[in-house]
């Protein structure tokens, strides 16, 4: 695992999208796993620069989110399908019909997970897979629980991760209670893992994370069992 540790937010964002540019010129046809949530949209927002920079192109990009709200309507502006289009495929030359989201709207939420993971491993999974961290260790909606699930899977919501999302909705008796996302076997399958960690109230789980246990009371630590990992943070994350 390398650790990369910033300065500042802004510049946490600027090492994890010069990292993405640099494999996507390599690879034109790249298959991109992305996270949602605040910490990487400054990610997002710098990969659209260099896209109207004329530096990197979308337009043979394939990517993957790890999860969305169940159920929600995928042109709620609480969704991650919105979230997604609004902080970058909206920005960028990608073409949408290779955008994925887990449906969070489908009326057999567990034959969609199904489909998901089927899709995702025609690709050959992500060349680069994009991971935020929650505050109890969660990755996409894998909560700490006594067994984690390895595929895509419909999940309960704890209610840490309510009142953390609860901020986007109007109160957090609107936040949906269940959702889609990719396990963490489908998760451990990309082939190069980015992770990004910002701000003080990261510091613990960052902790976790740093240390050589691997616990699925914080599920994040799985990917320590990952050959290729980068964690980009900031001081405030690290710090102590």
């Known amino acids: 695992m390398e650790i990369i540790v910033c300065k500042s937010y802004e510049e946490m964002s600027e090492r994890g999208a010069a990292i993405i540019a640099a494999a996507m010129k390599e690879k034109p046809d790249f298959v991109l796993g992305l996270a949602t949530g605040s910490t990487p949209v400054g990610m997002y927002h710098a990969l659209a620069d260099k896209n109207r920079a004329g530096e990197i192109d979308f337009s043979r990009v394939t990517t993957y989110n790890l999860d969305e709200y169940y159920p929600i309507d995928p042109k709620n502006d609480q969704s991650y399908r919105y979230f997604m289009n609004k902080n970058l495929f909206d920005l960028v030359n990608i073409d949408k019909a290779n955008t994925h989201v887990p449906d969070g709207s489908a009326a057999d939420p567990e034959a ?129």
């Open 112 to 240: 969609a997970c199904r489909a998901y993971d089927e899709a995702y491993a025609k690709t050959g999974y992500a060349d680069i897979q994009v991971l935020g961290i929650g505050r109890n260790g969660h990755i996409g909606f894998n909560e700490p629980d006594a067994a984690l699930t390895v595929g895509t899977h419909v999940t309960g919501l704890t209610e840490d991760t309510i009142d953390a999302n609860s901020r986007f909705f109007a109160s957090a008796d609107e936040v949906p209670t269940h959702a889609l996302t990719m396990g963490m076997g489908t998760i451990l399958k990309a082939k190069k893992i980015l992770m990004l960690i910002n701000g003080k109230q990261k510091h613990e789980v960052l902790t976790a994370l740093l240390d050589d246990k691997i616990t699925t009371a914080v599920p994040a630590t799985f990917i320590k069992l990952h050959s290729d990992v980068v964690v980009i943070c900031d001081e405030e994350a690290y710090r102590g």
